[in-house]
């Protein structure tokens, strides 16, 4: 079964943090993804270009669907022709294994987004 396809589990603040082996292993399932610290904590990281806003505009919605479904919710900074998405889990402030899984679906999605550059 492919990270895309896993089952979320719910988000506490006592959920465990993802290892630096487990890490090692799923990020490269996620090669595109940039890991970042930010305020002590890792996120992981991708932009999206898309060839206007309103194809950037299509990629966010489509990802805050994603996201209310899963009941996980990333930073969406959107753009002219760029969509930035952010994974972390605030609630635990650093990487579940909910955000790799989060970030392989973003990844299924904009590979049939529209307006990609
Ligand atoms: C009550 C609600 O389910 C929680 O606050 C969820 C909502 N979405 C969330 N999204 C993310 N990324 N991290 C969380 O800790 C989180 N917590």
Same mark, same amino acid.
């Given at each position: 079964? =492919?990270? +895309?396809?896993?089952?979320?589990?719910?988000?506490?603040? /006592?959920?465990?943090?993802?290892?630096? +082996?487990? #890490?090692?292993?799923?990020?490269?399932?996620?090669? /595109?993804? %940039?890991?970042?610290?930010? /305020?002590?904590?890792?996120? #992981?990281?991708?932009?999206?270009?898309?060839?206007?806003?309103?194809?950037?505009?299509?990629?966010? %919605?489509?990802?805050?669907?994603?996201?209310?479904?899963? *009941?996980?919710?990333?930073?969406?900074?959107?753009?002219? *022709? $760029?969509?930035?998405?952010?994974?972390? =889990?605030?609630?635990?402030? *650093?990487?579940?294994? %909910?955000?790799?899984?989060?970030?392989?679906?973003? /990844?299924?999605? +904009?590979? =049939?987004?529209? *307006?990609? $550059?």
């Amino acid at each position: 079964m =492919s990270l +895309a396809q896993a089952q979320c589990e719910a988000c506490r603040a /006592d959920a465990p943090h993802v290892s630096e +082996a487990e #890490l090692a292993e799923l990020i490269r399932e996620i090669p /595109d993804w %940039n890991i970042e610290v930010r /305020d002590g904590h890792m996120e #992981l990281e991708r932009v999206f270009l898309f060839k206007n806003f309103r194809h950037a505009l299509a990629f966010t %919605n489509a990802i805050g669907a994603i996201a209310e479904e899963a *009941g996980h919710h990333p930073a969406l900074l959107t753009e002219w *022709g $760029k969509v930035t998405v952010t994974w972390w =889990s605030h609630e635990m402030k *650093g990487l579940h294994r %909910n955000d790799f899984i989060l970030a392989a679906r973003t /990844d299924v999605a +904009a590979a =049939s987004a529209e *307006g990609r $550059k």
